[in-house]
């Protein structure tokens, strides 16, 4: 359990580092605004880029007490995109394991593209979800994934890490594609 964690903050450490790390982005093609493919029945369709389709300001005021206080980026999400708060959404992208319960990743983000080698251009807090899954899913690098579930959103603070998280998704099913 102390190794997820560390592998969890790990994780989450690296995606809140700069974007300077590269000057270009070698990590994904560039996001599809709509949707290619038909949502099933009982989910809405979301791309990575719908939810991405915003400047976010990330960087914490420094006069702010603790991270679950601040909820500085809550006020940047646009109405559209939280319209879509506690609705079943159904969304491709990519595994990245946090936590794991034997070979399975049980927390997972999902990213609009494979992750690159540490050169590579690291996604804004808004062009990922961070996903947690009852059972969770054998891991599969590199293989584009659909994943479906209830998507919450909003400045927080998960398993006690000092880093925010836009998008929450609770995974209910997950398909490889």
Not at 86 to 98: A, C, K, S, V
Request: with cysteine; net charge negative.
């Amino acid at each position: 359990m102390l190794m997820n964690k560390l592998l969890l903050a790990c994780s989450l450490y690296i995606l809140a580092l700069s974007n300077s790390w590269a000057e270009v982005d070698t990590q994904h093609e560039p996001l599809a605004e709509k949707p290619n493919f038909v949502a099933e029945e009982g989910y809405q369709a979301v791309t990575m880029a719908e939810l991405a389709n915003f400047k976010l300001n990330s960087q914490k005021p420094e006069n702010l007490p603790k991270p679950e206080d601040a909820h500085f980026i809550d006020n940047q999400i646009p109405a559209k995109i939280l319209k879509l708060t506690d609705t079943p959404i159904q969304i491709e992208g990519y595994i990245y394991p946090l936590e794991l319960e034997g070979d399975k990743a049980v927390v997972f983000l999902l990213l609009p593209g494979q992750m690159g080698c540490c050169f590579s251009k690291m996604p804004e807090l808004n062009e990922y979800l961070y996903v947690e899954m009852e059972g969770g899913i054998e891991i599969q690098s590199d293989v584009p994934t659909m994943v479906f579930g209830t998507l919450t959103m909003g400045d927080k603070v998960y398993n006690n890490y000092d880093q925010s998280i836009v998008y929450l998704l609770k995974a209910t099913k997950i398909k490889t594609l």
